[in-house]
């Protein structure tokens, strides 16, 4: 057994989503770092961009694309720029995706605002899947590494739609190993916990972080590259017989903004 072969992702082609910045870039950065050319998908071109070149930059290669990923034409233009470019599809990540967390009091919240959610953090995951399957199963290597996150299996105040969207990412990951496993694709997800970003920043004290902290083991915040580690995991040869889970990543701990 050659050890370094395990994570090695040289002649494979990624696919991250809001890979522009935060946990997307730490897995843009993580994955060109052990081999894959990177296609770094985001709303903010101008962002992209910067993750690509820094990718460059470093010896990878990088591509940037924008993309909304609540518009049909911007995903399938996304797959075709990503075999336009590189000739095939390997590895896809999940990543972008959003929500007022601990901003949804259903006194306030709309059915057009949760529907929305749902259309960022699910409908997409499972559209770009259907949309690369079929390159994964050609090219001979597939790995969907969707985005959950802890407030999928947590209970909080104000979170409705963003919790039970990511809820929806844990049950659908489980299925569609079932349905893309004989094409010899995996499908995970990962959990974040509470990561420094700069949309956590948003919401953000330090008297939260203390409450975060006062129930996490290993005392300190997430930072990007912690999931980015656990996206490798999945998107490597050494999961090979790993599909349909759900890794948390989150020091051990809860941490909720109550």
């Not at 370094?4 to 997307?24: P, Y």
């Not at 990543?95 to 259309?119: D, I, K, W, Y």
């Not at 995991?233 to 941490?255: H, T």
Request: proline residues 4%; glycine residues 10%.
């Amino acid at each position: 057994m050659n050890p370094a072969s395990l994570f090695d992702l040289n002649g494979k082609v990624a696919i991250i989503t809001g890979g522009a910045k935060g946990i997307g870039k730490g897995c843009s950065e993580m994955l060109a770092a052990h081999g894959a050319s990177i296609v770094v998908a985001d709303f903010n071109l101008e962002a992209a961009e910067a993750t690509a070149e820094q990718i460059r930059k470093d010896g990878g290669q990088a591509r940037a694309v924008a993309c909304d990923v609540t518009k049909d034409e911007d995903l399938t233009g996304l797959v075709d720029a990503t075999l336009a470019e590189f000739g095939q599809i390997n590895i896809l990540v999940n990543n972008v995706g959003g929500g007022g967390a601990g901003r949804e009091s259903p006194a306030t919240l709309t059915v057009e605002q949760f529907a929305h959610t749902f259309e960022l953090n699910v409908f997409s995951n499972w559209r770009l899947a259907q949309l690369c399957a079929p390159h994964m199963e050609n090219a001979g290597y597939g790995s969907i590494i969707n985005m959950s996150s802890m407030s999928s299996i947590n209970k909080s105040p104000a979170i409705s739609a963003y919790a039970s969207s990511k809820a929806a990412i844990n049950h659908m990951t489980a299925n569609l190993a079932f349905d893309y496993g004989p094409a010899g694709i995996r499908v995970n997800a990962v959990g974040p916990g509470a990561v420094r970003t700069d949309a956590l920043a948003s919401v953000l004290t330090p008297e939260i972080e203390a409450t975060m902290l006062s129930h996490t083991p290993i005392k300190r915040l997430g930072e990007p590259e912690d999931i980015a580690g656990a996206v490798l995991y999945f998107a490597a040869p050494i999961s090979k017989w790993v599909s349909g889970q759900v890794l948390f990543v989150n020091g051990g701990g809860v941490q909720t903004l109550d």
